[in-house]
């Protein structure tokens, strides 16, 4: 699976333009993503849930953490598997899913966009669905990796 952009269209400052006008292959062939009711920011209240990084070890993770965190101005937290740079970065302390670690996006939906990805043609690890305690599913990953990192979607913000 890859990305292509189509069409460049003139970068203005706060939106991403050019990728509006793109097209990303799935396994069945091309898939338009124009602003219309294909859009899944529209369609499943896509967003960016926070980008995860492998930190291979507690203390490199913890590092890491501490950069981004000064870097950025943010607060820190830790949690068992991971530390988070406010809800914007994970830092893993160990190795975590994908090569170089992983994408989380929130939709409002988990069920119904799980549906429309795979209407796409893209496939989902159930092996790794998450699931809250009434049964319902938290998080769940795509199948493959792209550019090295695991991608899922959350219900969290």
Request: net charge negative; proline share 4%; hydrophobic share 30%.
């Given at each position: 699976m890859g990305a292509r952009v189509s069409k460049q269209v003139p970068y203005t400052k706060g939106t991403w333009s050019s990728l509006?006008?793109?097209?990303?292959?799935?396994?069945?062939?091309?898939?338009?993503?124009?602003?219309?009711?294909?859009?899944?920011?529209?369609?499943?209240?896509?967003r960016l849930a926070h980008v995860g990084i492998?930190?291979?070890?507690?203390?490199?993770?913890?590092?890491?953490?501490?950069?981004l965190g000064t870097l950025l101005g943010l607060g820190t937290t830790e949690l068992a598997p991971s530390y988070f740079v406010d809800t914007y970065i994970e830092i893993?302390?160990?190795a975590g899913r994908g090569e170089k670690g992983h994408i989380g996006f929130h939709v409002d939906d988990i069920d119904a966009a799980q549906k429309?990805?795979?209407?796409?043609?893209?496939?989902?690890?159930?092996?790794?669905r998450a699931k809250f305690p009434d049964g319902s599913t938290h998080l769940i990953y795509f199948k493959d990796e792209i550019g090295g990192f695991s991608i899922h979607l959350t219900v969290d913000e």
């Open positions: 509006a006008c793109g097209t990303f292959k799935a396994r069945e062939g091309l898939v338009s993503m124009a602003a219309t009711e294909e859009d899944p920011k529209k369609a499943l209240g896509l492998n930190g291979g070890t507690p203390e490199n993770a913890e590092k890491i953490t501490k950069q893993m302390k160990g429309w990805f795979e209407d796409r043609g893209f496939e989902f690890n159930e092996e790794s």
